[in-house]
């Protein structure tokens, strides 16, 4: 039995931490931006040259600095709620609801309202419960992220492509496409502002 019947207070802390990343991923915009950033890694072609840690790292700088405003409006509710000293083991998920209600709204704001709508009758639950949010939320996030990524890819696609076609009237072999298509890509990405563009864009879209 736990000491005096409850759950410590620091296991709580440890499972909270053990299920951070989790967290992170579904009811944030890390997937979004994790997503768009691996586009750019596989249209540029630079899977050598453009490692995942840092990439990683991008991801999580991008998906702070969206989340940022949510995080600290959380910070401040609980500094001013009634839970800031209590026990973490005697609260329940009703006394924490108010703390998480800038997070909760954030996601309302951008999940889609079909995918709401799928999971809410999925569960007979209704839009606002965790357990359609968060699911409705990732989904909208993936979407809206592989829509981003087709519009990356393409246009590198397209500059592999003509590419080709000029080595196919030089009379060059095709093999050494991705060599040449490489440099010229950089170059291109780099000189349209390639970081800016889609990172800036990346957090507009969720201003409020």
């Not at 299920?19 to 072609?45: D, H, N, Q, W, Y």
């Not at 630079?46 to 991008?62: D, I």
């Not at 702070?64 to 998920?93: C, K, N, W």
């Not at 924490?96 to 639950?125: K, N, T, Y």
Request: charged share 10%; glycine share 8%.
């Amino acid at each position: 039995m736990w000491p005096e019947g409850g759950v410590p207070d620091s296991l709580v802390v440890w499972l909270v931490l053990a299920a951070l990343p989790l967290l992170v991923a579904s009811c944030t915009a890390f997937t979004k931006v994790s997503v768009v950033v691996a586009a750019l890694r596989i249209g540029l072609g630079a899977e050598l040259l453009l490692p995942f840690s840092a990439l990683l790292a991008l991801s999580v700088a991008v998906t702070s600095v969206i989340m940022a405003p949510v995080a600290y409006e959380m910070f401040d509710t609980y500094q001013r709620s009634s839970i800031a000293h209590a026990p973490a083991a005697e609260l329940g998920y009703a006394s924490w609801r108010p703390v998480f209600g800038p997070l909760w709204e954030f996601m309302s704001m951008h999940a889609d309202d079909g995918e709401l709508a799928f999971f809410a009758d999925l569960q007979q639950l209704p839009i606002s419960h965790p357990l359609v949010l968060v699911p409705g939320f990732l989904v909208s996030e993936l979407s809206r992220g592989l829509y981003l990524a087709v519009l990356i890819i393409v246009p590198f696609a397209l500059v592999e492509l003509l590419v080709a076609q000029v080595l196919g009237l030089l009379g060059i072999s095709p093999q050494p496409l991705g060599l040449i298509a490489l440099p010229l890509k950089i170059l291109l990405f780099l000189a349209a502002g390639g970081w800016t563009l889609v990172l800036g864009n990346l957090v507009r879209g969720y201003a409020p």
